[in-house]
């Protein structure tokens, strides 16, 4: 008995499995057939054709989408519900203490040369009312922002924070968790989204503060250099909606700089010491004329876009050159002048004051604290010398580190013969 009934549930089994193949047979052909028709025009009917393609342009001509640009107006009053009164105390005391710090950091334990770095205090303090003001550079380390800003500025104009730059970084990078989301917060960076597209609310909140009258920082390339600083990338739509969206027409100043890939190569917790960094400013960008091209409405505001787009491109580019030109006249004059140094003897002495760092010290009484006041690692006579062309030459830090030691070591040899020929004197 127990045998017969095995043979009858194997045979039910076979004969669901068979139904089952059988089904699946015919709903893959129920399918095919279905998608055969709908390729087909006979599928929908001719009446209901032409109100579907009628929704269809409606949806494409009204609603924005991804792939339509268009002007989106933002308010001045945009995001002041989200700058409540204690976020506005901690910038009042972060952004001071912070700027101050990188201040210091950059110009007593770095070297910075910086070229044309009044264009940019003239465009923070004497540009005309509610005009807003946009920098852009390039992107060569993770701490470009904020250690070279700060570079460029003065400890007075470090202080006030009401009017020190805004800031967009990535919510991947500065906004992970709730304490890096408010410490970014705190010193006056924004969130932006990867490929949320430049219609997203980071940028709606840059244009509002732009609409205030602020300053906004931006790096165009979107990201950091790929290969240290050599080259530029391309410039990103979202500069451009900056500078067409803001209700008045914005300052745009650009400046390169180069060193900062030594100071915070990739892959580095900390920033380095002992680093020279150079910093070029150029002249405002004017975007007039595309801004009153933009009233035409004839003319594509994809177009408008990739106009300004192009015009920063160009001009980074072009102050990149005139920097790395700049650096290696720079480089070229240091080894001429130590090769004329070496070859006429007689100059040896003006060699060695023109390397002697300042400090305040006499046989063993050395006055370290004052060396580093003055600058760690920075050799404080090469900024008073200037050759022909009105290009300072400068020895590299570790140079004027050694110089000193070397004319250190020099004073207390001669102070030690002249003990010597004193005593041998008085026997």
């Known amino acids: 008995m127990e045998g017969r009934w095995f043979q009858k549930e194997d045979r039910w089994k ?13 709903f893959r052909v129920v399918v095919d057939q279905h998608r055969r028709r709908h390729r087909s025009s006979g599928y929908v009917s001719s009446a209901t054709q032409p109100w579907l393609q009628r929704f269809r342009h409606f949806r494409s001509q009204t609603l924005a989408t991804s792939s339509t640009l268009y002007r989106k107006r933002v308010s001045k009053e945009f995001d002041t519900e989200e700058d409540s009164v204690l976020t506005q105390i901690l910038q009042a005391v972060a952004v ?5 710090v990188c201040h210091v950091f950059m110009h007593g334990l770095n070297h910075v040369q910086i070229y044309g770095g009044e264009k940019l205090q003239q465009g923070l303090l004497n540009r005309p009312d509610k005009t807003p003001l946009i920098t852009v550079s390039n992107h060569i380390a993770s701490m470009d ?9 003065p400890k007075s104009l470090l202080l006030d924070a009401r009017n020190l730059r805004w800031t967009l970084c990535a919510t991947d990078r500065c906004f992970r968790n709730p304490l890096t989301s408010a410490f970014f917060k705190c010193v006056k960076v924004l969130p932006v989204s990867r490929g949320e597209g430049i219609y997203q609310k980071g940028m709606d909140v840059a244009i509002a503060k732009l609409n205030r009258g602020g300053w906004v920082h931006i790096f165009p390339e979107g990201s950091r250099s790929r290969d240290g600083g050599s080259t530029m990338g391309s410039i990103k739509r979202g ?14 100043i650009p400046f390169v700089h180069a060193g900062m890939q030594e100071m915070m190569p990739v892959g580095a917790s900390f920033p380095r010491v002992g680093k020279t960094v150079t910093v070029l400013v150029g ?30 491109g160009d001009r980074l580019i072009k102050l990149k050159a005139q920097l790395d030109k700049l650096l290696q006249v720079q480089t070229d004059d240091v080894v001429q002048h130590f090769d004329d140094n070496n070859d006429n003897n007689s100059n040896k002495q003006d060699h060695e004051e023109y390397f002697k760092v300042e400090s305040s010290y006499k046989g063993f009484g050395i006055d370290l604290m004052g060396f580093a006041a003055r600058g760690l690692f920075v050799n404080q006579k090469m900024k008073e010398h200037v050759v022909e062309g009105g290009i300072s030459i400068r ?9 000193f030691w070397r004319q250190l070591l020099h004073n207390n040899n001669n102070n030690g013969v002249a003990s010597l020929s004193m005593l041998s004197g008085a026997t």
Not at 14 to 26: E, I, K, T, V, Y
Not at 96 to 100: F, K
Not at 395 to 403: G, M, Y
């Open 96 to 100: 001071p203490v912070i700027g101050n």
């Open 283 to 312: 002249d405002p960008i004017d975007f007039k004329d595309v801004r009153d091209l933009e009233q035409d409405n004839t003319v594509p505001r994809g177009n408008l876009y990739d106009v300004v787009s192009t015009r920063i």
């Open 145 to 153: 922002d904020p250690l070279v800003i700060a570079a460029l500025l």
């Open 14 to 26: 076979d004969r669901a499995l068979c139904l089952q193949h059988r089904l699946r047979d015919r």
């Open 395 to 403: 020895p590299l830090p570790l140079r004027a580190w050694n110089s």
């Open 239 to 252: 500069i451009a909606r900056l500078i067409l969206d803001a209700d008045n027409a914005p300052m745009v």
